[in-house]
């Protein structure tokens, strides 16, 4: 069971890939807790968001218009997204917006 946890805040508004977490040599990453929030001074279009590990299949998509906010607890009941040794947490944008991230991870060999 997972005592503790690091957080990462991050902003991203490039179109495309954007690398939000890598782990160290060997190891991979547990994320327990994602809130992506499409900034409020965002155009009046939706910014669809996709989530993975790597080059692997989307763990989630979401379309977010400014000002929205989606979080997801996973964490519930020691429950967590696991990525393979030495996948990066990957946030794609459709275009290029403004949008926060906020991860709860661990890294584990």
């Known amino acids: 069971m997972t005592t503790s946890v690091s957080g990462k805040a991050v902003t991203v508004s490039s179109a495309g890939d954007n690398t939000i977490l890598t782990p160290g040599e060997g190891n991979r990453l547990r ?20 989530i993975r590990f790597g080059d692997d299949a989307p ?16 964490g519930a009941s020691g429950r967590h997204l696991q990525a393979q040794t030495g996948e990066s ?3 794609t944008l459709d275009a290029a917006e403004t949008i ?3 991860v709860e991870y661990d890294e584990t060999p």
Do not use: P
């Not at 965002?42 to 996709?50: G, H, I, Q, Y």
């Open 100 to 102: 926060h991230v906020s």
């Open 59 to 74: 763990l989630y998509i979401f379309s977010l218009f400014a000002g929205c906010i989606l979080a997801r607890a996973i």
């Open 31 to 50: 994320v327990f807790y994602i809130a992506i929030a499409s900034d409020g001074a965002n155009s009046d279009t939706a910014v669809t968001v996709t």
């Open 89 to 91: 947490l990957i946030v």
